[in-house]
T-cell receptor, first 113, second 115 residues
Framework: GESVGLHLPTLSVQEGDNSIINCAYS??????FIWYKQESGKGPQFIID?????DKRQGQRVTVLLNKTVKHLSLQIAATQPGDSAVYFC????????????FGEGTQLTVNP | NAGVTQTPKFRILKIGQSMTLQCAQD?????MYWYRQDPGMGLKLIYY???????DKGEVPNGYNVSRSTTEDFPLRLELAAPSQTSVYFC??????????????FGSGTRLTVV
């Protein structure tokens, strides 16, 4: 079936290092791909999104890469900080059917001081 | 603006009891959604609505009902609570026609335990 899924459930990095979180998707009809950050006890927080017709988008300390050939999405966080410790989800939107979000299962990022 | 407001924040139900999770938004958004999140998992869509009077099933609708009598409110009803419905429930809203995902607004969640 159609799905968005993550390669690794956990990622541990040293403070100051760059982090890369990966995601595979199966639905080629997605309009947007999104990365969310979720801290314990809170709702998802938008980080960055990318339209399906783009390959790369940069934000503040974050970059999202989309490889449509292999249906792969990644989130790169530069100079990872302790405040970046959280669960990261990829998600996709299809603008038909009410712009519903379909989430992957999350990667726990731990930043060690 | 308060954004998306969910009540209650926490609730413990006994098996077979019923309850309504409230969700209200003050942004005049057309689209509203209910998601549930099980431990360590991503959010799964229960029901959604594209406007007052219109609702549709999502990925996991069984055991739930919704209504959308106004633009502002989108309550989620559990009729016969089961342990499998123990989860964190998130309500979200979005304006129709927005060109990015940044326009989704999530509530702070309702943590429900069925015992």
């Amino acid at each position: 079936g159609e799905s968005v899924g993550l390669h690794l459930p956990t990622l541990s990095v040293q403070e100051g290092d760059n982090s890369i979180i990966n995601c595979a998707y199966s639905n080629s009809a997605s309009d947007y791909f999104i990365w969310y950050k979720q801290e314990s006890g809170k709702g998802p927080q938008f980080i960055i999104d990318i339209r399906s017709n783009m390959d790369k988008r940069q934000g503040q300390r974050v970059t999202v890469l989309l490889n449509k050939t292999v249906k792969h999405l990644s989130l790169q966080i530069a100079a990872t900080q302790p405040g970046d410790s959280a669960v990261y989800f990829c998600a996709e939107i299809r603008e038909t059917s009410g712009s519903r979000l379909t989430f992957g299962e999350g990667t726990q990022l731990t930043v060690n001081p | 603006n308060a954004g998306v407001t969910q009540t209650p924040k926490f609730r413990i139900l006994k098996i077979g009891q019923s309850m309504t999770l409230q969700c209200a938004q003050d942004m005049n958004h057309n689209y509203m959604y209910w998601y549930r999140q099980d431990p360590g998992m991503g959010l799964k869509l229960i029901y959604y609505s594209v406007g007052a009077g219109i609702t549709d099933k999502g990925e996991v609708p069984n055991g739930y009902n919704v209504s959308r009598s106004t633009t502002e409110d989108f309550p989620l009803r559990l009729e016969l609570a089961a342990p499998s419905q123990t989860s964190v429930y998130f309500c979200a809203s979005r304006e129709r026609g927005q060109s990015s995902a940044e326009g989704y607004t999530f509530g702070s969640g309702t943590r429900l335990t069925v015992v």
